[in-house]
């Protein structure tokens, strides 16, 4: 079991930035992955980037190049730096960890959100 606490969300002017936080109860190196997904309203729930406890990162491709995903092991952190924000991002971001199990299984954890806001 792991809890998830989004951060960092709040009101912005397009162009903005924005840095979200994703605190875990326990250690994330235990995590195999910790993504971050937005939700706007009326639309299904979409990735936006995540990253593996080796480092490794992926992301949707209307974000490259002006989100960065990062982890900090020692505070238990994923972080969502995201610049030159779109009015079209405004959406609740939320959080998830995936523990991959034996027997090729999973279980995916997720925060409560946080939202964001893009002014035009």
């Known amino acids: 079991q792991v809890q998830l606490v989004e951060s960092g969300g709040g009101l912005v002017q397009a162009g903005g930035s924005l840095r979200l936080s994703c605190a875990a109860s326990r250690s994330i190196e235990g995590l195999n992955v910790v993504g971050w997904y937005r939700q706007a309203p009326g639309t299904q729930r979409e990735l936006v980037a995540d990253?593996?406890?080796?480092?490794?990162?992926e992301y949707v491709e209307h974000v490259k190049g002006r989100c960065t995903i990062s982890r900090d092991n020692a505070k238990n952190t994923v972080y969502l730096q995201m610049n030159s924000l779109k009015p079209e991002e405004t959406a609740v971001y939320y959080c998830?960890?995936?523990?991959?199990?034996?027997?090729?299984?999973?279980?995916?954890?997720w925060g409560r959100g946080t939202q964001v806001t893009v002014s035009s």
């Open positions: 998830k960890a995936r523990v991959i199990i034996s027997g090729g299984y999973a279980s995916d954890y």
């Open positions: 990253i593996t406890n080796g480092g490794s990162t």
